[in-house]
């Protein structure tokens, strides 16, 4: 007989969970820079309640992702990852060969990872 203990941890989650990681992903995307729309926008574009909505923003704000003051915009706080000074992000890449036999310089994937950077860096490196 399976331990009934193991389902303990199981839950749904809420719709306020779901916004709250839909937003997260947009803030981490840079969906909206530094300010996030009203309560009645977010409530619109994610097809919900403006109540799941202020639920959902109440999880960001104690997860420290954003600050919320009354009577103002809701403003994406800086995050605690980001890039120092402006510094481009360090990117590994796993390969099941040597650096030697790749040819590096010259590899399809790396060239396009690095025009991909380069543009990014050309619009401004997104607060992640």
Known sequence: MANAAAFTEFRRASV????A???REAIRQGAWG??????????????????SVR???????EDGVIT???????RVNAQQGEMAAGAPPT???????????????????????RAQFAAIRRRGWPAW
């Open 16 to 19: 306020a969970d779901q916004a």
């Open 21 to 23: 990681t839909a937003l």
């Open 68 to 74: 919320i003051s009354k009577g103002c915009r809701t």
């Open 91 to 113: 990117i590994c890449l796993v390969v099941p060969s040597s650096r030697e036999s790749l040819g590096f310089s010259g590899h399809p994937v790396l060239m396009e990872m």
């Open 34 to 51: 530094d300010l996030l729309p009203g309560e009645h926008e977010l409530a619109r574009r994610l097809s919900i309640s403006r109540p």
């Open 55 to 61: 639920a959902a923003l109440a999880r960001l704000a």
